[in-house]
T-cell receptor, first 114, second 111 residues
Framework: GAVVSQHPSRVICKSGTSVKIECRSL??????MFWYRQFPKQSLMLMATSNEGSKATYEQGVEKDKFLINHASLTLSTLTVTSAHPEDSSFYICSARTGRPEAFFGQGTRLTVV | KQEVTQIPAALSVPEGENLVLNCSFTDSAIYNLQWFRQDPGKGLTSLLLIQSSQREQTSGRLNASLDKSSGRSTLYIAASQPGDSATYLCAVESNDYKLSFGAGTTVTVRA
């Protein structure tokens, strides 16, 4: 099956700093990548959709200036959490797909802001 | 807006018992429905995908049914094993490629 690699798996950062999370499709070209956020015991909430070479589309309520998404190639998308604060601590998961039907997910990144 | 609900939120069964996990969704205009498994602190592993035109899918001990008109899907896991302990997520895909997830059912299989 298709493999999506997400890095890092865990990161701890100081409040006010920025953190970059990478999402790579290892054995296929992903025309579209999605970024989700998951709080404990809650469902995944879609943050944004990114297509290679174009600007990301953010869901309502997601601050585009805080969560910068870059989809520079068909195999790589990055999420940068800028000026992170403790309330940004969460589990972030990316998903990559090329057409349909299935969506493939990365391993997730546990972000802790102290 | 699509709302996805999973019942129960948690389930604990002895090894060998069959598991029945339920998923309901409010908008029947879906493209497909997917069941995932999530282990603690990990990403999602796809288990089964049912296209909107299909009624069920099977893989090994797993069987998932879909009743699109009533907005329901059920995941059956036969002869549960301790290794089946995880959170199971249901997600429905709309025509815009977006997935809407339920909050999951956390399963514990006791040895």
């Amino acid at each position: 099956g298709a493999v999506v690699s997400q890095h890092p798996s865990r990161v701890i950062c100081k409040s006010g700093t920025s953190v970059k999370i990478e999402c790579r499709s290892l054995d296929f070209q992903a025309t579209t990548m999605f970024w989700y956020r998951q709080f404990p015991k809650q469902s995944l909430m879609l943050m944004a959709t990114s297509n290679e070479g174009s600007k990301a589309t953010y869901e309502q309520g997601v601050e585009k200036d805080k969560f910068l998404i870059n989809h520079a190639s068909l195999t790589l998308s990055t999420l940068t959490v800028t000026s992170a604060h403790p309330e940004d601590s969460s589990f972030y998961i990316c998903s990559a797909r090329t057409g349909r039907p299935e969506a493939f997910f990365g391993q997730g990144t546990r972000l802790t802001v102290v | 807006k699509q709302e996805v609900t999973q019942i129960p939120a948690a389930l604990s069964v002895p090894e060998g018992e069959n598991l029945v996990l339920n998923c309901s969704f409010t908008d029947s205009a879906i493209y497909n429905l997917q069941w995932f498994r999530q282990d603690p602190g990990k990403g999602l592993t796809s288990l089964l995908l049912i296209q909107s035109s299909q009624r069920e899918q099977t893989s090994g001990r797993l069987n998932a049914s879909l009743d699109k008109s009533s907005g329901r899907s059920t995941l059956y896991i036969a002869a549960s094993q301790p290794g089946d302990s995880a959170t199971y997520l249901c997600a429905v895909e709309s025509n815009d490629y977006k997935l809407s997830f339920g909050a999951g059912t956390t399963v514990t299989v006791r040895a």
